[in-house]
């Protein structure tokens, strides 16, 4: 009798076990299939540049003309000035771009640009691409924003 | 012996409770977050307008509030903004196209929270309140007045007030009795024959009528609704009590509004708009003028003199990142019309921008069958919705007007 019990016990025990590692697993994995990239740092298309995009205050504020910044550096790390610069985006689930045309307004240094005029009206995965034109050349970089 | 078969026990009974608790519940977390982000109780307040300095001056907004009403305020004395704004009835007319002093082909809108609009009209072709309030004061089929002889009509019979709120009326007694640059033939000749320096005179006069009543309509504001006092109980896990508790159909509208039937996509927020302009695929109304939406609105907005880039703006052009980054063209421009609210629109039928639908099952038909656009790509997708569900969201549309 107490060694069915016991096998049942460990039995249980494996099982919660297996269920832990499972769960752990799920949970700290990044999850690639469930949405878009939406690192806010990455390399341009063709390698030309390294582009990092953050809201200027830190946080998304649904329904608000919000700036943000899009900071340039080249491959070496070094800022990318005088850089002319095109927002373009939309909703890929919807079929509809952006409701505001968000342009880049001052270079603050740094290979920092102010984006603004950006607004999410509504939540949902959002893209925005850039097109960067700079003395290295011209490239391009999509974010994405999953509100 | 017995302390492995209570634990087996213990385990099971922890199983039962989990299946127990799962069993059911009402709202996934992400539903109770979206139901919270719609309830008023989240409505921010009112913010300053910097580019209307009288906005919340209550001098201002009581000669607003006089305007607004005032027939006077009318080429042949019959027509207030109230006319079509309608106190008793959520400021609207319960028409399909309002009618002034002739047929617009536009449904009258609503005023609840108006000043919170970053857009006015259905097509956006107006970026303030006040720039809004002058439009239909010259527009021919509403009150079909000129700005001369609102001058001369203010000075006339609210001068004081208004020189206590605004300062000094110009001289007008050389300005025509009737005179714009919309007005009739006679009325532009007699405009573009004034000195520029008594034309801004003029304008500056209408801004100010613009900017009273705009001071005023900031107080129409939306009022709690059944469903906000269900939202506010579920969102602090009280029962809801009274009214306050949902049927099962209004629970299953409520969780096709904001699931399956997307229509949080676009009413969302706690005035349950994105403030943005939609192609929804609503045809137009036979036999009314052509009508293209945004797209034509653009320029409309552009050219507005009164607008937040324009001279009579006050305070600085920060607050004119809306106009600034607008949407300028494109195709989502086509035939796309502002999202309204929809607090208060089961008690306002009949609905879409030229009252093209009598009822709200026609509206929800409308969605879930979501018919191409004649012009122009609809944003909608069919959702082939069932005779309970269409039933089910219509009900939970009425808890935003009880």
Redesign the interface.
Known sequence: ??SI??Y??AG?GLAALLVGIVAAVYLTLPHQASGPDTSRSKKTANGLFVASFEPERGVIR??E?QSWLLTLKTAAGAPVEGAAITVSGGMPQ??????????ATDYLGGGRYRI??V?F????WWQLRFAISATAGSDSVVFNVVL | MRHPASVVSLLALAALALLGGCGKPQFSDAEKKTIASLALNTLPALKADTTNQYADVPAAAALGSTLFFDVGMSRDGTVSCSTCHKIDRQFQDDLPQAVGIGHTNRRTMPLAGVARNPWFFWDGRRDSLWAQALTPLESPLEQAGNRAAFAHYIKKRFGERYERIFGPLPDLSTVPANASPLGSETEKAAWNAMPASQQQDINRVYANIGKAIAAFERSIEPEQTRFDRFAIDLATGAAPQGDAAFSPEEILGLKLFIGKANCVTCHNGTRFTDNSFHNTGVAPVEGLPLDRGRVDAVAQVQADPFNCLGKFRDGDESACRELRFMVKDGPQTVRAYKTPSLRGAAGRPPYMHAGQFSTLDEVVAHYSKAPPAVEGVSEVHPLDLSDRERAALVAFLKTLSD
């Open positions: 009798m107490a019990w016991r049942i016990l249980l649904q329904g003309l919807h079929d509809h771009g952006l409701p505001t045309s968000p342009q603004d005029g607004k009206t509504m939540s949902g």
